[in-house]
Antibody, heavy 123, light 107 residues
Framework: QITLKESGPTLVKPTQTLTLTCTFS??????????VGWIRQPPGKALDWLAL???????YYSPSLKNRVTITKDTSKNQVVLTMTNMDPVDTATYYC???????????????WGQGTLVTVSS | EIVMTQSPATLSVSPGERATLSCRAS??????FAWYQQKPGQAPRLLIY???TRATGIPARFSGSGSGTEFTLTISSLQSEDFAVYYC?????????FGGGTKVEIK
């Protein structure tokens, strides 16, 4: 059974750096095809991609956030870490990590999601 | 980027009725396409991938169709637990963007 859980601060100040950790079980990021991504959802709004990392350390970033976001993995701990610099109140959102298998057109969708964590950016 | 546009924004349907949701891609995504359901306070749940394949555990009343740029999600007979927001997504290339969502509400 695959599970994912996000952890990190619920409140950050403007200009600070946000660090979120996704801890997962039921699969290994050292297995071919496996990927973990981050998506956020501002209150009442739609889903917005942040970053994605695969078993082979291939990484993808949102074009609009590429300069602020970094994704890394720790295979031994079954964790994926997202950092986002220079946080702003508009970055207030629920941040989700998710699981997918296969790259691009090979995938069968984002099949497992964490429960999400609400991050508020305010001074 | 391939932009996904969903319509309508809100769909009012009575329980037991059929619901039809639409999604249009700004360019062809073949069948590299998925639908998700999201209920308040919950994470999205994968319903359909490959435009028409139901994900594990998804009831048969949910069906997807389409290819290229036009896609449809049909809920054959709405149950109380189906009132939610539905998102479409392509995964033809990066970034695999989502549509803005269709809220299915009780009429």
């Amino acid at each position: 059974q695959i599970t994912l859980k996000e952890s990190g601060p619920t409140l950050v100040k403007p200009t600070q750096t946000l660090t979120l950790t996704c801890t997962f079980s039921g699969f290994s990021l050292s297995t071919s095809g496996e990927g973990v991504g981050w998506i956020r959802q501002p209150p009442g709004k739609a889903l917005d991609w942040l970053a994605l990392i695969y078993w082979d350390d291939d990484k993808y970033y949102s074009p609009s956030l590429k300069n602020r976001v970094t994704i890394t993995k720790d295979t031994s701990k079954n964790q994926v870490v997202l950092t986002m610099t220079n946080m702003d109140p508009v970055d207030t959102a629920t941040y989700y990590c998710l699981h997918m298998v296969g790259k691009a057109t090979v995938t069968k969708g984002m099949d497992y999601w964490g429960q999400g964590t609400l991050v508020t950016v305010s001074s | 980027e391939i932009v996904m546009t969903q319509s309508p924004a809100t769909l009012s349907v009575s329980p037991g009725e059929r619901a039809t949701l639409s999604c249009r891609a700004s360019q062809s995504v073949s069948t590299h396409f998925a639908w998700y359901q999201q209920k308040p306070g919950q994470a999205p749940r994968l319903l359909i991938y490959g435009a028409s394949t139901r994900a594990t555990g998804i009831p048969a009343r949910f069906s997807g169709s389409g290819s290229g740029t036009e896609f449809t999600l049909t809920i054959s007979s709405l149950q109380s637990e189906d009132f939610a927001v539905y998102y479409c997504q392509h995964y033809n290339n990066w970034p695999p963007l989502f549509g803005g969502g269709t809220k299915v509400e009780i009429k």
